[in-house]
């Protein structure tokens, strides 16, 4: 196998144990120590801890939370996964209170490996859509509505 495909199986690992899952006793086998998550300006987390941090929030705010990957692509020191992240919003995120109401969003992240685990990782997210589907920011062109209902 070569270090592609065996990043390319971390990432999915990483997907569905630590994010769909919630497997915390994997953490330290996908991650180093000193991992970073940039999610600059508003959320920058470290370490292990940093990240079932991350994950509890997730599944706190979202009720039904899952991470559906579209894409995952990967080089020798990098791997990069699309995907769609849904649930209902039951909880404060960040300033927006709870809608109850369901979400359909997507994001990007770009992992960086080093030694056979991920030590860097940024993202992107759809949070325009997302806030669209809550109501908190109007939706003229009824994209949101749309985007939820696509399968």
């Known amino acids: 196998m070569t270090t592609c495909d065996e990043n390319r199986r971390l990432g999915l690992a990483i997907n569905e144990e630590i994010w769909n899952g919630r497997r915390f ?4 086998d996908y991650f180093t120590e000193d991992f970073v998550a940039d999610y600059s300006p508003r959320v920058i987390r470290r370490g292990h801890q940093g990240i079932e941090e991350m994950v509890q929030a997730a599944h706190a705010t979202f009720d039904g939370f ?26 404060d995120w960040g300033p927006v ?55």
């Open 25 to 28: 006793d994997k953490i330290a």
């Open 66 to 91: 899952r991470e559906e990957v579209h894409r995952a692509v990967a080089d020798e020191h990098n791997v990069v996964l699309h995907f769609t992240i849904s649930g209902t919003q039951v909880r």
């Open 97 to 151: 209170p709870a809608t109850h109401a369901e979400v359909r969003y997507d994001e990007i992240v770009i992992m960086e490996i080093r030694e056979g685990k991920v030590f860097h990782q940024v993202g992107v997210a759809d949070n325009l859509l997302a806030l669209q589907q809550l109501g908190v920011i109007a939706d003229p062109a009824g994209f949101a509505t749309r985007s939820r209902s696509r399968e």
